[in-house]
């Protein structure tokens, strides 16, 4: 009979230790484990991603529960143990679960430590530990404005990043003069506030909390010097405890953690502890990459090979703050015994110091420019004698025996023993090795080989390079990389800004201009090209009908059997008897085939000859209406609710605000289709959140949404920020259509461009620079002066284009 | 027996553009290129029929509005992977009229 192997703490070091039994010994045991939270084992790093809306829940899940039934293990999610009897081998859950154990996992993690202060448990008061904590933080983001948060460590920081991508106003309060002052030296600590502060975090430094005041729920933080600052949301980040009471109360021998020796064990043997909550010759850790060290050496003792010691860790940190590169490693403010080689180039924001003592290193701290700190890592833990290279030290590894490789990535002058993911223990030598013997093409393949960039995945960017370097031409690293098409080498980015730079304005001129291969291009890079020549120089560059889809060309839909569609346009979904008989009318005499009511609120007339299109605008015109570009990669509809002229629980006038939005912004072309919604209320029956761009009305004013899809790859929309006017919410909406137009590439909606960049970087541009906002609505209503003409109207009065819709000749 | 028939000018037809030519056996796409080559073809892609009139013509070439197959102008083949032919007419151009030839050559 296979013996009984108990689980407590579904987490990531006692499911990483079960991973590793399973590789050693599959048969041995029957396993069971019991989890507090009611999921599966998920990334706890990445909860900082999770909150910052950079990652989805599921991108997090290491482990879902079909793993786990995959594997044979029975888990018990969502039930906490609360009693080990070690006299008769069995444990018992809060639900009276009870499961016998020949040898038992610890691994319970810590407690989130909450200063005891008056009012730390008021409603508003928040921890950040788990995937619960993090749903009160984003449910609290939308409902609030003010965040305080108290703690300027990693955890602090993340969680201060997080609510600021939602738009809060987040204050940081630090007990000492300097953030991370664990991890970081003065000068790379002053760098990250001066960082930190150009994205919108507030600090107050050398400030004690005194008490969180507030009556039925937090409103304001008070200081021992007798300040206050207001707050809607406070998070306790200062620090967390192993928790050790369950070990505690059977027994166990614990100090700040449950005591174990270098196998792992506890005082009894048949209990082993691994995690946040054991404490290991005196040391306690709170980074995954010695939790993971441990686990490997419980698992090689579970399964009976008995040769493997845990000895300690040293550990290195980086900051998980997009667009912050930040590394640290032991010791790294030294004494007097030690000296320091520092870099600093103020200018592109580098800082980087060594410490070395008795020509070893002993500490590093990066700032700006972390390539090679997980060599210097590799180089402290080694303890290698670095006198023969300390004048390239500071250079990195590339610059060693640099012999004209200047151009070459330095990961190809990594050794294999050099650490790339410093989380997982692996080496850049097990990648190449993974990537060569499996046949591994991409980061997804590496990741479920070899583990390497799956947890923090910070080191992701080494990943690929190791890729990119092992598979040469075979490995096209990321898309933006990319050629727009065959006709060209040339990359949208690089394309765009020769049309810019060298003020080209037509097809032919950029064609010459960037060596095009082929004469005329393609059907995919001329609408582009023409996309983008039109967006650069309105006006200017003139328009090229034969290098637009047909649907662009001819202003209507083209049909499966060569008929066409019209839809007209309706502002904000409203109409009336007037344009309702003309459209009657017009089906009529032109015997129409199919009205049917669109889902973006308007109406469509499908079959229409091409022939007759010119005819059926012009009695469309007759009556008011313009075309809806429903056909074109331009501003489609804007979908309004009722809204407060009507609806009971409607807070502002949507339906207005959406008739203005769309009457300013009709007839602009874009990269792609682009589509607007306003919702009176959080209700959102306008389904603002699924929109290109999307009002959610509320009391106090407007909330505004970006980058959201319906369509093939359903996205929910990003909070961009909120605003208190109609003109301040036309202003944003223009700003961001524009930055659209001007930067996203042709055939890209906003969800997959916002995904590409970051909304980070939209609220830099559109929310934190207002006079950068300001330029943008302005070009956008120039650019307007341009394209807002009815298609229809030119070519139904005017005669435009009119070989377009008429045959060359009739034979008989 | 051929008949030249007349149909219109080269300037009738935009560069990298095409018009239609309705007959009793259906709608002929005439097709001008940036060098000024006339082409003509049966306005029904080999696909799924889609009117090749509409497309965007490039090179010697048109792609299908519908599907966005590639057909070769100067024979109607469609270019690899896809497999098919649509079919095509004698066209020639006289001091800037087009005269087409109402006989498919192939189809
Ligand atoms: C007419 C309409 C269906 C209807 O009868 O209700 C429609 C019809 C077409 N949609 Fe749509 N879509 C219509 C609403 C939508 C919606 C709903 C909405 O707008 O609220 C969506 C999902 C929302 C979104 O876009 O995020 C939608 C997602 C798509 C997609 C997928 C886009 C994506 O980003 O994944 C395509 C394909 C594309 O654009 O490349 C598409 C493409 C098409 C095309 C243009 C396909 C084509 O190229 O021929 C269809 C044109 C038919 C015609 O000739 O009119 N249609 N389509 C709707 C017109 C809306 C309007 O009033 O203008
Ligand atoms: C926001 C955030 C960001 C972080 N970023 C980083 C980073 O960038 N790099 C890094 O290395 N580390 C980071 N960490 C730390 C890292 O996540 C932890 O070190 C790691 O998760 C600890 O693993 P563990 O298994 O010991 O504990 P946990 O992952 O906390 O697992 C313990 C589990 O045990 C359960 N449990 C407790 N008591 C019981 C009981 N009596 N019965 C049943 N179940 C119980 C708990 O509910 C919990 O699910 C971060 C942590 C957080 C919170
Ligand atoms: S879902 Fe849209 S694209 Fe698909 S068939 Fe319907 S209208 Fe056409
Ligand atoms: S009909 Fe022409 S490509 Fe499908």
Same mark, same amino acid.
């Given at each position: 009979m296979k013996e009984k192997l108990v689980l407590i703490g579904n987490g990531m070091a006692g499911v990483r230790t079960l991973e590793e039994v399973l590789k050693l010994a599959p048969e041995k045991y029957d396993i069971t484990v019991f989890g @507090? =939270?009611?999921?599966?084992?998920?990334?706890? #790093?990445?909860l900082s991603p999770l909150l910052a809306k950079e990652k989805k829940l599921d991108d997090i !899940?290491?482990?879902?529960?079909q793993w786990y039934s995959d594997n044979g293990i029975t888990l018990h999610a969502g039930k906490k143990i609360v009693q080990i009897h070690r006299g008769k081998r069995f444990v018992k859950a809060d639900d009276g679960t009870v499961v016998q154990y020949d040898r038992m996992i610890l691994a319970t993690g810590s407690n989130p430590f909450i200063l005891?202060?008056?009012?730390?448990?008021?409603?508003?008061?928040i921890t950040f530990r788990d995937i619960h904590d993090v749903n009160a933080m984003l449910e609290a983001a939308q409902k609030y404005r003010d965040a305080v948060v108290i703690g300027g460590g990693l955890l602090g920081l993340e969680a201060a990043y997080g609510l600021r991508n939602h738009g809060m106003d987040v204050t940081v309060v630090h007990?000492?003069? %300097?953030?991370?002052e664990r991890q970081l030296d003065k000068p790379a600590s002053g760098l990250l506030k001066r960082a930190l502060e150009e994205k919108g975090l507030k600090f107050a430094l050398q400030a004690q909390t005194a008490e969180i005041v507030g009556d039925a729920r937090v409103t304001g933080v008070k200081f021992k010097d007798g300040r206050e600052i207001p707050a809607d949301i406070v998070v306790m980040a200062v620090g967390i405890r192993p928790n050790i009471e369950l070990a505690k109360s059977a027994g166990l021998h614990c100090q700040r953690g449950i005591v174990i020796n270098d196998t792992t $064990?506890?005082?009894?043997?048949r209990i082993y502890a691994v995690g946040e909550c054991v404490e290991h010759r005196g040391n306690t850790y709170g980074l995954v990459a010695p939790l993971f060290d441990m686990a490997k050496v419980c698992a090689n003792h579970l399964a009976q090979l008995g040769y493997a010691r845990y000895q300690g860790s040293a550990i290195s940190t980086k900051l998980k703050v997009t667009g912050i590169d930040l590394f640290s490693a032991g010791?790294?403010?030294?004494?007097?015994?030690t000296e320091d080689i520092v870099m600093q180039d103020a200018g592109r924001g580098v800082y980087k110091k060594l410490v070395i003592k008795d020509n070893k290193i002993k500490g590093a701290v990066m700032y700006?420019?972390? !390539?090679d700190g997980s060599w210097y890592f590799q180089l402290l833990r080694e303890g290698t004698d670095i006198s023969a290279m300390r004048e390239q030290l500071m250079f990195g590894?590339? +610059?060693?025996?640099?012999?004209? +490789?200047?151009? @070459?990535?330095?990961v190809s002058t !990594?050794?294999?023993?050099? =650490?790339?993911c410093g989380c997982n223990g692996v080496c850049k030598g097990d990648i190449v090795k993974a990537i060569t013997t499996k046949g591994l093409f991409t980061l997804d393949d590496v990741r479920s080989h070899?583990? @390497?960039? %799956? %947890?923090?995945?910070?080191c992701t960017g080494l990943v690929e390079q190791i890729l990119a370097s092992t598979l040469g031409g075979d490995y096209s690293t990321?898309?933006?990389?990319?050629? !727009?098409?065959?006709?060209?080498?040339?990359t949208h980015e690089a394309v765009r800004k020769a049309i810019k730079d060298k003020h080209l304005t037509s097809i032919p001129q950029a064609m010459q201009y960037l060596e095009? /291969?082929?004469?005329?291009?393609?059907h995919s890079c001329r609408p582009a090209l023409n996309y983008y020549l039109i967006s650069t120089w309105p006006g200017e560059a003139a328009d090229d009908p034969q290098s637009r889809f047909i649907n662009e060309r001819a202003h209507a839909n083209i049909q499966k059997d060569g008929t066409y569609s019209v839809v007209p346009r309706m502002w904000g979904g409203l109409t009336n008897p007037k344009e309702l008989r003309a459209i009657a009318d017009v089906a009529d005499k032109f015997n129409i085939p199919t009205v049917k009511v669109t889902g973006g609120q308007r109406i469509d007339l499908l079959g229409v000859k091409k022939e007759d299109l010119p005819a059926v605008w012009f009695d469309l015109n007759q009556a008011g209406m313009v075309s809806g +570009? @429903?056909?074109?990669?331009s501003l489609r509809t804007v979908k309004t609710c009722v809204?407060?002229?009507?609806?009971?629980?409607?807070? $502002?006038d949507s339906t207005g605000l959406g008739v203005q939005l769309e009457r300013i912004t009709w007839g602009s072309w874009m990269p792609h289709k682009f589509k607007m919604a306003v919702s009176?209320?959080?209700?959102n029956c306008a389904e603002a959140? #699924?929109?290109?761009f999307g009002v959610v009305c509320v009391d106090s004013g407007y909330e505004l949404h970006v980058g959201g899809n319906g369509g093939v790859k359903i996205r929910a929309t990003d909070l961009l920020c909120k605003v208190t006017s109609e003109a301040e919410a036309i202003e944003y909406g223009c700003a961001f259509v524009q930055l659209y137009r001007e =930067?996203? +590439?042709?055939? =890209? /909606?906003t969800a997959p461009w916002i995904e590409r960049i970051g909304l980070g970087y939209i609220k830099e541009r559109i929310v934190d620079d207002v006079k950068n906002r300001k330029a943008l609505h302005e070009r956008f209503m120039e650019s307007q002066k341009y394209f807002q003409k009815d298609p229809w109207a030119e070519r139904a009065a005017?005669?435009?284009?009119?070989h377009e819709f008429t045959p060359l000749k009739q034979v008989v | 027996m051929t008949d030249w028939i007349?149909? &219109?000018?080269?300037?009738?037809i935009p560069k990298l553009g095409a018009r239609v030519v309705k007959t009793s056996n259906g709608d002929i796409a005439v097709f001008r290129t940036a060098d000024d080559n006339v082409f003509a073809l049966d306005?029904?892609?080999?696909?799924? &029929? &889609?009117?090749?009139?509409?497309g965007i013509v490039h090179g010697g070439r048109v792609t299908c509005p519908l599907h966005n197959w590639q057909i070769e102008l100067n024979s109607g083949g469609a270019v690899a992977p896809d497999i098919g032919a649509t079919g095509c007419y004698a066209v020639q151009v006289d001091k800037g009229v087009i005269l087409l030839n109402p006989v498919k050559r192939r189809s």
């Open positions: @507090a =939270e009611p999921f599966g084992n998920y990334n706890r #790093i990445l !899940m290491l482990n879902d529960l005891p202060i008056p009012g730390a448990n008021l409603p508003g008061v007990l000492l003069d %300097s953030l991370m $064990q506890t005082f009894d043997p010791d790294f403010n030294g004494d007097e015994t700006g420019d972390t !390539m590894q590339a +610059h060693l025996g640099d012999s004209g +490789h200047g151009g @070459a990535s330095s !990594m050794s294999d023993k050099t =650490e790339i070899t583990k @390497a960039s %799956s %947890s923090c995945g910070s990321t898309p933006k990389e990319k050629p !727009m098409c065959k006709c060209t080498d040339h095009w /291969r082929t004469p005329d291009g393609c +570009h @429903a056909y074109g990669k809204g407060s002229e009507w609806c009971r629980f409607g807070t $502002q009176g209320c959080p209700r959140t #699924i929109k290109d =930067e996203a +590439h042709y055939l =890209e /909606r005017e005669g435009i284009e009119k | 007349e149909i &219109g000018t080269l300037d009738d306005d029904r892609c080999p696909h799924k &029929g &889609g009117p090749l009139s509409q």
